[in-house]
């Protein structure tokens, strides 16, 4: 059982927008910076997003981000069949003095 | 360039115990924090515990009576060490950055561990 919440899957076609939607608490996402994960199949995870909406240089603006509160979502626009993968949120906890994660999200491009 | 570079048996017995490496390039590992996240097949993220570069370490709670990390500033190198492993114990490891704010910023490749007799 994870301690933040994702939808196990997603999907869109290519062009579309889609977003990712990542649940916590005030010890964590209420609390501490959101960072997004995309997983390529077989692959180790690459940082998306840091500090709730920032790119890491090289990662295309396609991908956005937001928090508010405890709940934080990530969009990816103009969908393509690339950005198939498991995207992860995580972010620190206060009170477990961990990080902690979201179960993932499986996003299709149909 | 920023390199997280795991390394470790591959295959182990039940309730024997694991050591895994990490070995660091392009960064000192006396700063941030070097955080170990292990991921079972078909499941999600895990955090196994961190260790800061004051030397200060924390453990999952799940784990903190078989696990522990380690660090060697002169070889730039992180440890874990899991005791009486079982099946459960059965994942690819990863060894992460992560800086004093919390956010994560690299991760290793991954090592996968099986457990098995």
Redesign the interface.
């Known amino acids: 059982q994870s301690v933040l919440t994702q939808p196990p899957s997603a999907s869109g076609t290519p062009g579309q927008r889609v977003t990712i939607s990542c649940s916590g608490s005030t010890s964590n996402i209420g609390s501490n910076p959101v960072n997004w994960h995309q997983q390529l199949p077989g692959t180790a995870p690459k940082v998306l997003i840091q500090s709730n909406n920032q790119r890491p240089s090289g990662v295309p603006d396609r991908f956005s981000a937001s928090k508010s509160g405890t709940s934080a979502s990530l969009a990816i626009s103009g969908l393509q069949s690339d950005d198939e993968a498991d995207y992860h949120c995580s972010a620190w906890d206060d009170s477990l003095n961990a990080w902690v994660f979201g179960g993932g999200t499986k996003l299709t491009v149909l | 360039q920023v390199q997280l570079q795991e390394s470790g048996p591959g295959l182990v017995k039940p309730s024997e115990t694991l050591t895994l490496t990490c070995s660091v390039t392009g960064v000192s590992i006396r700063s941030s924090y070097w955080?170990w996240?292990r991921q079972a097949p078909g499941?999600?993220?895990?955090?196994v515990g961190?260790i800061y570069h004051t030397g200060t370490s924390?453990l999952?709670p799940s784990l903190k009576s078989r696990a522990a990390i380690s660090m060697d500033t002169s070889k730039n190198q992180l440890s874990l060490i899991l005791r009486s492993v079982t099946s459960a114990d059965t994942a690819i490891y990863?060894c992460v950055r992560?800086l004093n704010?919390?956010?994560?910023?690299?991760?290793?490749?991954?090592t996968l561990v099986t457990v098995s007799s």
Do not use: L, V
Not at chain 2, 43 to 47: A, L, R, S, V
Not at chain 2, 101 to 110: A, C, E, T
């Open positions: 955080t996240i499941k999600g993220m895990e955090w961190y924390n999952n990863h992560a704010n919390g956010d994560i910023d690299y991760w290793g490749q991954g």
